[in-house]
């Protein structure tokens, strides 16, 4: 299990609260929400994966200095009262931490809990080895070792011999986008991770989903199997993709034709990904 989201978890159980953790970005990275307490603006935020801009300034103008603080109610952003715990090492911030209050005023053991948590968050936002850590299977290491070399493929061939079998498959290739910039963005190691664990989490062995990794600017999957399992898998990534798409940010997606599981054509199908990827960035 993601260590990131185990903290949250446990911080939200251990407090009974809501808890969000956001990037320095704004990104919403992790979240666990007790019973219906949540309010309107952590729920855009938890949908759209990310907080308004409007939120994001009201939430960290309040005595930035302070590493944790009640930051007020503001009704005209759909906000309720709530703590911020922030991440700090250093003059270096990593995230921010966030707790509604609910109608349940913090108590001082409250605030020791979540300022433990918070060292703990900490820890681990500075080993994002260990922060952003997802399931993974051994072709996803052979396809990561293949992106760090592309446009060498030395990788490939171990990568295909770690898929096995006979059958088709299907590269589907992510690249970050700006909806009004366009154009290929790069893909920072939160954006990387957040995708990654959301496609993590989709039931692999129903989609044929057998190898996955990111690399900037590149996020790859490779569906392999029966057909059936490989359509079924397309609109699988494409929506879990969907779910980390901000006004600011959105994913593009190029998908390549389905092949056999040979080695040369496994290159070539993942240049063509790539390629429609980025022009659907355009």
Not at 220 to 225: E, F, I, K, T
Request: hydrophobic share 50%; glycine share 8%; net charge positive.
């Amino acid at each position: 299990m993601d260590p990131i989201q185990q903290a949250v978890d446990v911080l939200a159980a251990r407090l009974d609260r809501s808890v969000t953790l956001d990037s320095a970005g704004g990104e919403v990275l992790a979240y666990n929400v007790q019973g219906r307490e949540v309010d309107g603006a952590r729920l855009e935020a938890i949908l759209a994966r990310r907080a308004s801009a409007e939120v994001v300034a009201w939430e960290r103008s309040y005595e930035p200095e302070r590493s944790i603080v009640t930051v007020p109610a503001n009704e005209a952003l759909g906000l309720g009262p709530r703590l911020r715990a922030t991440l700090r090492s250093g003059a270096r911030i990593h995230g921010y931490l966030w707790l509604l209050e609910a109608g349940r005023a913090f108590r001082a053991d409250d605030v020791d809990v979540v300022l433990r948590a918070t060292h703990e968050l900490t820890a681990l936002m500075r080993r994002p080895e260990a922060a952003y850590a997802v399931p993974r299977l051994p072709a996803d290491a052979h396809l990561g070792r293949l992106l760090a070399e592309w446009p060498a493929a030395k990788a490939a061939g171990k990568l295909l011999d770690s898929l096995g079998g006979e059958g088709e498959m299907r590269v589907i290739v992510a690249v970050g986008a700006s909806p009004k910039r366009g154009g290929v963005e790069t893909l920072a190691a939160s954006r990387a991770a957040a995708a990654q664990r959301s496609l993590a989490r989709l039931p692999r062995g129903d989609l044929g989903l057998r190898a996955l990794a990111a690399r900037d600017p590149h996020v790859v999957v490779v569906a392999a199997g029966a057909p059936a399992s490989i359509e079924r898998c397309v609109p699988s990534v494409e929506a879990a993709l969907r779910r980390l798409t901000s006004p600011q940010r959105r994913f593009a997606i190029g998908i390549s034709r389905p092949v056999r599981l040979q080695r040369k054509v496994f290159v070539d199908a993942l240049s063509e990904a790539m390629t429609t990827a980025a022009l659907a960035a355009s």
